[in-house]
Structures are given as structure tokens and as C-alpha cells.
T-cell receptor, first 117, second 113 residues
Framework: GAVVSQHPSRVICKSGTSVKIECRSL??????MFWYRQFPKQSLMLMAT?????????EQGVEKDKFLINHASLTLSTLTVTSAHPEDSSFYIC?????????????FGNGTRLTVT | AQSVTQPDIHITVSEGASLELRCNYS??????LFWYVQSPGQGLQLLLK??????LVQGIKGFEAEFKRSQSSFNLRKPSVHWSDAAEYFC???????????FGQGTTLQVKP
């Protein structure tokens, strides 16, 4: 079945540095991918919609200059957390939908645990 | 406003007992409803989904859910819980054509031996 691969699964970085997270659709082409954020013991909150070949659409309250999204190909979207701070520590999850499957569900990556020290 | 509410933050059941996790939604259009399960530190796995048709939906791992429009509910059920079912469960509502989902707060399921 369709699989979404997310890398890295865990990353620790120092405050002020940038971190890039990759989301790949392995056996389908995804024109749209989604980035969610999950704080401990909380639900998933949609951060942005990543559109292949165009700018991402950010949800209200999400800083687009801090969370840079690039969707350069039909199988890869990247989320870069710039100038990371401890409050950016969270679980980030991407998802993608196979456009060929009518009413097909989203496929989620396994998430990236970001810890900013 | 669109929203999803899972009234139970934490539920504990004995292994072999039946389970029902509640989900209520508020959505302007015809809702597309989902239940996902998340193991600690992992991504989400789809248990089942409802788009249209039969309001009783069968999913993986023996789970089922019933869509009740009059109650704006989509409760998840399982007749006999296994220890491996212990996890976090999320109800979500959204538009299948866009892929954007609104998630509930989640329910943590603990299974007693």
C-alpha cells in the first residue's frame, strides 16, 4: 500500500540553529502534503498545506518565515524550522493523499520528534 | 465553527471487555469522518473512515464505528479489547477532497490485564 516516509524520526538541535524535516511519498505522487504539529498529550494541529510547485498555505497563527515549507517535487515536501527555540520542541507529522484514489484517506508519516536545547 | 470533541481524555478497560470511544463533531457540510490510532512516538494509522452509505463502518483490528447524523456523533467500538489496543485514539473530520483534517483531542486507552 501507499507509504509516506518521514525523516529524521528524532532530532536534537541547539537553540538558534535550523532543522530540516523531509516527507516523502514512496509509491505515489502527492501534489499536496500536510504538516501537523503535536504537543505532548495533545492533538494534532494543522500547520500548513504544502503544494507542489507553489507556495504553501499556512494556518492562522503559524509563522511562515519560521516554518519554511518547500514542495519541489511530487514526492517530497520539506519543513525547515528556522532559528529553532525550545518552544519549537514538538512532534511534527506529515501526511499526503494519493490523488488517484477517490476518497482515499490520508497517509501519515511516522513523525519527527524535535528537541531544541 | 468546525470542531471535533472527544469527551473522554482517558479510558481504562479490562482485556476482553467491550469498548466505546465517543466522538462528536461540528461541521458545516457533509462530514467525512475518520478514526486514527497512534502508538507512543509513532505516526497515525487509519482505523476506519466514513464518507457515505452504510452508517455502520467496519475497520481494521476489529473496530467499527457508527455515524449518527442526528447526534453528530461517530463513536468507535470494539466488542473485545486486546492488550495491544492500548494507544491514543483520534477522531477527525474533514474534506476528503482536500485532505485537511480537524482532529479531536484524543482519548488515551489503557487496557488492564
Amino acid at each position: 500500500g501507499a507509504v509516506v516516509s518521514q525523516h529524521p524520526s528524532r532530532v536534537i538541535c541547539k537553540s538558534g540553529t535550523s532543522v530540516k524535516i523531509e516527507c516523502r511519498s514512496l509509491d505515489f505522487q502527492a501534489t499536496t502534503m500536510f504538516w501537523y504539529r503535536q504537543f505532548p498529550k495533545q492533538s494534532l494541529m494543522l500547520m500548513a498545506t504544502s503544494n507542489e510547485g507553489s507556495k504553501a498555505t499556512y494556518e492562522q497563527g503559524v509563522e511562515k518565515d519560521k516554518f519554511l515549507i518547500n514542495h519541489a517535487s511530487l514526492t517530497l515536501s520539506t519543513l525547515t524550522v528556522t532559528s529553532a527555540h525550545p518552544e519549537d520542541s514538538s512532534f511534527y507529522i506529515c501526511s499526503a493523499r494519493d490523488p488517484k484514489g477517490y476518497n482515499s484517506p490520508l497517509h501519515f508519516g511516522n513523525g519527527t520528534r524535535l528537541t531544541v536545547t | 465553527a468546525q470542531s471535533v470533541t472527544q469527551p473522554d481524555i482517558h479510558i481504562t478497560v479490562s482485556e476482553g471487555a467491550s469498548l466505546e470511544l465517543r466522538c462528536n463533531y461540528s461541521y458545516g457540510a457533509t462530514p467525512y469522518l475518520f478514526w486514527y490510532v497512534q502508538s507512543p512516538g509513532q505516526g497515525l494509522q487509519l482505523l476506519l473512515k466514513y464518507f457515505s452509505g452504510d452508517t455502520l463502518v467496519q475497520g481494521i483490528k476489529g473496530f467499527e464505528a457508527e455515524f449518527k447524523r442526528s447526534q453528530s456523533s461517530f463513536n468507535l467500538r470494539k466488542p473485545s479489547v486486546h492488550w495491544s489496543d492500548a494507544a491514543e485514539y483520534f477522531c477527525a473530520v474533514g474534506a476528503a477532497d482536500t485532505g485537511k483534517l480537524i482532529f479531536g483531542q484524543g482519548t488515551t486507552l489503557q487496557v488492564k490485564p
